[in-house]
């Protein structure tokens, strides 16, 4: 089963490109960098799917597991574990894994096969 939130405003728009000059837009929200970093690092330690990502994300909070941040540090920089915030938790998680996967694919790109005719 998956959270599917009704409707969310979009992460990040593609870079805009004016005269041959391309902009990258800044993250959307502030601490959106540091709060990608915490759920990349917890996506990373078990490459799980929604929820059992939210399970790792709170372990990792309870013991303080990245860089001392428990519960209250992480609000601070944009990771919320109440319920009115999983819609953006979650938008972060598909971003992260989407990341991710994309990433994997390009370190290991698939391979050709070529069947040589059976001799004979």
Same mark, same amino acid.
């Given at each position: 089963?998956? $959270?599917?939130?009704?409707?969310?405003? @979009?992460?990040?728009? @593609?870079? /805009?490109? /004016?005269?041959? /000059?391309?902009? #990258?837009?800044?993250?959307?929200?502030?601490?959106?960098?540091?709060?990608?970093? $915490? #759920?990349?690092?917890? !996506?990373?330690?078990?490459?799980?799917?929604?929820?059992?990502? !939210?399970?790792?994300?709170?372990?990792?909070?309870?013991?303080?597991? $990245?860089h001392g941040l428990g519960y209250a540090e992480l609000a601070?920089?944009?990771?919320? $574990?109440?319920?009115?915030?999983?819609?953006?938790?979650?938008?972060?998680?598909?971003? #992260?894994?989407?990341?991710?996967?994309?990433?994997?694919?390009?370190?290991?790109?698939?391979?050709?096969?070529?069947?040589?005719?059976?001799?004979?």
């Amino acid at each position: 089963m998956s $959270f599917q939130p009704a409707s969310r405003a @979009p992460l990040f728009s @593609p870079p /805009v490109s /004016v005269e041959g /000059v391309t902009a #990258v837009p800044a993250p959307a929200q502030a601490g959106e960098e540091e709060a990608l970093e $915490f #759920v990349r690092f917890c !996506y990373r330690r078990r490459r799980v799917g929604w929820p059992a990502l !939210y399970d790792e994300m709170s372990a990792v909070a309870a013991r303080g597991a $990245f860089h001392g941040l428990g519960y209250a540090e992480l609000a601070e920089r944009g990771i919320s $574990f109440c319920l009115g915030d999983l819609p953006r938790l979650v938008a972060l998680a598909e971003r #992260v894994a989407r990341e991710e996967q994309a990433l994997a694919e390009a370190a290991n790109p698939p391979v050709s096969l070529r069947l040589a005719p059976a001799g004979g």
